[in-house]
């Protein structure tokens, strides 16, 4: 398997294949069926995200897939930003329907319709849901399993607030409910940006996008929450009655956390050239047993294999691999699969009353006495992940740049990552220099870090006028 770090294209095909991450033969162009390697994982991951979303008093609802269009179009920008890529429904038991259905694309003209019946007075504010589910986009551009698909699975969330203050509070935690979880917890380093604002979310007044590498250098957008535009709440009469008895406008925040694009950016953020790897806790296998038989003394080893498996399936999801492969394939394949730890037992082990145990992250192998085991997973358990968190940290944080001329940017952006230049504005008059550095280089104007100020010094360097903020280029998925 080629080093990711060279050839990551060919390397990301290779692994989603040969560790039946997902089967690419379903008959509908552009879909995937998502297989139990990598869901068992992306599980985990949902399961980790819901617990933070829910800790910050986000309550669970499930909508339905199909929205009347008479809701969706109730938002001129919105309809503009998502009609193109929408699949509808038109005919039902074989009649053709009245009004046409839209499969959701994201949830907002389907919550909304509720939110207005939802909100009456200012008791019911702030109002904070959570959706767990698939949507489905109709993607022109070319579909990647996991990266981009016309049918993903994310989380998103609505929100009401009486006032915009309350609603900046809300994007300020989706940033930090961000940083504990994709960082936190699956060791993916990220930058929030605010989006400028010609690349807003379609009905959005403020986005703000978190934004990752993959090895390659190129940037995959991680989640992003949005405070969206005062017309919408208007369109969805969303308004509560405040302490001068009058009705007032809501305003309204969502967040969406793409699970199955999170796990792109997981297995490109930690695999290597032997294949996956994992954080202990998000392993769809934790510890994989291998036997090792010679001619003599199989059946003891076996038995002895079992008695750990029994032990350790109880709080490990544990495979015993008893197949007829040698010990060497088996190393491999339970390496390339990114499984944390390996447990090979030979007669040796069995004779002293001992386990040879192998590390995924380090490579790392020794043999300890069979009483110590429960003790050194643990301890291995913890280690990974900050482990994992800081090499991607490193690598991450070694590819920012700074340009300060159109050439220099070009020659920067050959190397991949982040470069940093000033720029003329984030409105919509700096439209036209995102338009030229996009034609020239195929990079994106990212926009400017959030919650960091940058000094802006100097000139535009496209058009010269003078710089009145610092925004990110970089080319992406
Ligand atoms: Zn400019």
Same mark, same amino acid.
């Given at each position: 398997?080629?080093?990711?770090? /060279?050839?990551? /294209?060919? @390397? #990301? ?57 008479? +809701? ?15 699949? @509808? ?5 074989? +009649? ?6 839209? !499969? ?9 319709? !509720?939110?207005?019946? @939802? ?18 986009? #109709? ?12 049918? $993903? ?32 917890? $699956? ?9 400028? *604002? ?19 250098? %190129? ?13 919408? /709440? ?26 199955? %694009? ?5 297995? /490109? ?22 036997? &090792? ?42 390496? !390339? ?10 007669? %040796? ?27 050194? &997973?643990?301890?291995? %358990? ?11 940290? +490193? ?31 984030? *409105? ?30 100097? +000139? ?11 925004? #990110? ?5």
């Amino acid at each position: 398997m080629e080093n990711p770090k /060279s050839a990551f /294209s060919e @390397w #990301y095909t290779e692994i989603t294949t040969k560790a039946k991450l997902c089967d690419m033969r379903y008959n509908v162009k552009g879909f995937v069926v998502f297989m139990p390697n990598s869901v068992t994982t992306m599980k985990r991951m949902y399961s980790v995200y819901e617990q933070e979303l829910e800790r910050n008093a986000h309550k669970p609802v499930w909508l339905p897939a199909l929205i009347p269009e008479s +809701n969706f179009t109730k938002e001129g920008e919105h309809v503009k930003g998502f009609v193109p890529e929408v699949f @509808w429904v038109t005919e039902a038991g074989g +009649n053709k329907l009245e009004e046409r259905l839209a !499969m959701r694309p994201t949830s907002e003209t389907a919550i909304y319709q !509720m939110f207005s019946l @939802w909100v009456q007075g200012k008791a019911d504010l702030p109002l904070k849901t959570y959706h767990s589910a698939q949507v489905w986009r #109709y993607e022109t551009k070319a579909t990647r399993p996991f990266i981009r698909s016309r049918e $993903f699975h994310w989380i998103e969330t609505h929100c009401a607030f009486a006032s915009e203050k309350d609603a900046r509070r809300q994007v300020k935690e989706d940033m930090k409910t961000t940083e504990r979880v994709i960082h936190g917890q $699956f060791g993916i380093p990220f930058i929030f940006f605010e989006r400028p *604002q010609w690349d807003k979310f379609p009905g959005a007044d403020y986005t703000f996008a978190a934004d990752t590498l993959m090895p390659d250098g %190129r940037i995959l957008q991680l989640p992003s929450t949005h405070i969206l535009s005062e017309k919408f /709440s208007k369109a969805f009469e969303i308004n509560y009655l405040n302490e001068k008895g009058e009705r007032a406008g809501c305003r309204t925040t969502c967040y969406g956390p793409a699970i199955s %694009r999170i796990y792109a950016a997981l297995i /490109s953020a930690h695999g290597d050239d032997k294949g996956l790897v994992f954080p202990f806790d998000l392993a769809s296998t934790q510890i994989a047993i291998v036997p &090792i038989i010679r001619k003599e003394g199989g059946e003891a080893v076996l038995s002895y294999c079992k008695k750990l498996y029994k032990k350790l399936s109880k709080k490990y999801r544990t495979v015993l691999d008893a197949s007829q492969n040698t010990p060497g394939f088996k190393f491999n394949e339970w390496e !390339m699969l990114g499984t944390p730890v390996r447990l090979e037992i030979g007669g %040796r082990e069995v004779e002293k009353g001992e386990v040879t145990i192998a590390r995924r992250d380090t490579g790392a192998k020794e043999t300890i006495a069979l009483a110590q085991l429960k003790k050194k &997973i643990s301890q291995i %358990r913890r280690e990974i992940l900050p482990l994992l968190r800081s090499r991607a940290d +490193n690598s991450f944080n070694s590819k920012i740049y700074a340009a300060s001329s159109l050439e220099e940017l070009g020659e920067k952006l050959k190397s991949g990552g982040f470069v940093k230049i000033p720029f003329c504005t984030m *409105q919509k008059e700096g439209e036209a220099c995102a338009e030229k550095i996009k034609e020239q280089f195929s990079a994106n104007v990212r926009g400017s870090r959030f919650g960091k100020k940058e000094k802006t010094e100097g +000139n535009c360097i496209v058009c010269g006028k003078k710089a009145k903020a610092v925004v #990110y280029a970089a080319r992406q998925y």
